[in-house]
């Protein structure tokens, strides 16, 4: 009992059991189908996809803090924007038309009362005098042709306005009880109505002015101009309003190229005005600033009010606005607030040989009063008989 272990032995014995134990057949691997290993293209993608907007982010907070706070300037385009101009506003231009042009020959004082609603500053017969009425105007309808918004405070609309005229006989032969009365006749009448949008609402502040077609105007910042004073500059101002106007309202395109900057097209053609031109009103000279500071030669805008007649000699006033320059110390149009429509013929800028100041135009224009008293009267604005 207290003998040795024989290692051998314990071997030998261990061999003798593995002998008689049956042997275990493995399982085949037929039974067991090898997996295909899972794509991770799509988690790639993914996970590119989201590390570049994740990069992005950082650079685009990156930059805005090197920056600093920025100050976004909103910029609004005005043009010819209907879709923009109120109902109300386009009412407004409508009564006032209607109201503007129906009137009694016998009783203008009520035309001037109902017009009182519509205006601010400025006279209200419209230049229609009661003296020299000879006719009897009634209104049949009046739309809204077109509009311009020029800045958010300012609005032109056209108003075509259809009327039956009905003039009075001739007083000579009315007193000799042999007078006929005048057959009514109906006119037509394309209007632009400056509309100034206050707090209280819309009022209009500049007289109406009439055009054979659909204008669209430009305006510059009102409240930027500077009131000239200066005796000789308005005095030129109002020799070149008066000749330019009266050759536009003639719709003499020739004798207009002569008043154009060098560097503006003139009208290759324009239609006669159903209006003729009759007399210088008053005008107001403005200097425009050069907030660019691009402008070689000094920039002014003349304010003009004119009257005007129809063919049946009905006086009415008409506001101009021109944006002129001066070279040379001599002034020049560079825009009359209307387009400037394109020609089939082929039409070269005016040289600077082809200009010629108001001062020498020819002798239809030299009939021009001269202001020079009424300025030193009133520094502000220049009254023409």
């Not at 032995?9 to 899972?38: H, M, N, Q």
């Not at 017009?115 to 105007?137: R, T």
């Not at 042999?178 to 509309?195: C, G, N, Q, S």
Request: proline share 5%; charged share 25%; hydrophobic share 35%.
């Amino acid at each position: 009992m207290f003998k040795k272990k024989d290692k051998n032995t314990d071997v030998e014995l261990e061999e003798a059991v593995s002998i008689d134990k049956p042997e275990v057949k493995k399982k085949s691997d037929k039974s067991i189908k090898p997996k295909s290993p899972k794509s991770m293209a799509g988690k790639k993608v993914l996970r590119t996809v989201i590390w570049i907007a994740a990069g992005l982010i950082f650079l685009k907070g990156t930059i805005a803090w090197t920056q600093g706070t920025r100050v976004i300037n909103e910029t609004n385009v005005y043009g010819s924007n209907e879709s923009i101009v109120s109902d109300s506003v386009k009412g407004f231009a409508t009564d006032f038309a209607t109201e503007y042009f129906n009137w009694d020959a016998n009783f203008t004082a009520d035309r001037n009362k109902r017009i009182e609603k519509f205006i601010k500053g400025i006279e209200s017969d419209m230049g229609l005098k009661s003296l020299e009425v000879k006719s009897s105007s009634k209104v049949s309808s009046a739309e809204v042709y077109g509009s311009n918004v020029l800045d958010e405070k300012h609005i032109d609309i056209t108003v075509v306005v259809w009327r039956t005229v009905s003039q009075l006989p001739n007083q000579i032969e009315e007193a000799k009880g042999t007078a006929e009365t005048p057959k009514p006749v109906l006119k037509k009448a394309y209007m632009v109505v400056p509309i100034t949008l206050a707090k209280e609402g819309p009022v209009i502040e500049s007289y109406p002015r009439f055009v054979s077609e659909q204008e669209k105007g430009i305006t510059v910042d009102q409240s930027q101009l500077v009131l000239i004073g200066e005796s000789s500059l308005i005095e030129k101002g109002t020799e070149l309003a008066d000749s330019y106007l009266r050759s536009w309202y003639e719709g003499n395109v020739s004798q207009l190229k002569y008043f154009y900057a060098d560097n503006v097209k003139s009208p290759t053609s324009l239609r006669k005005s159903e209006f003729n031109y009759d007399s210088m009103k008053k005008v107001a000279v403005f200097k425009v600033p050069d907030n660019g500071g691009t402008n070689t030669s000094e920039v002014y805008q003349i304010k003009a009010d004119v009257i005007v007649k129809s063919d049946l000699e009905e006086p009415f006033s008409n506001s101009w606005s021109l944006s002129v320059i001066e070279k040379d110390g001599k002034l020049f149009v560079l825009s009359n607030g209307m387009p400037q429509y394109e020609s089939s013929s082929n039409t070269n800028p005016i040289s600077t040989n082809d200009q010629v100041p108001a001062s020498s135009m020819p002798d239809n224009d030299a009939n021009v009063p001269s202001i020079t008293d009424a300025v030193n009267n009133d520094p502000i604005e220049s009254e023409i008989p």
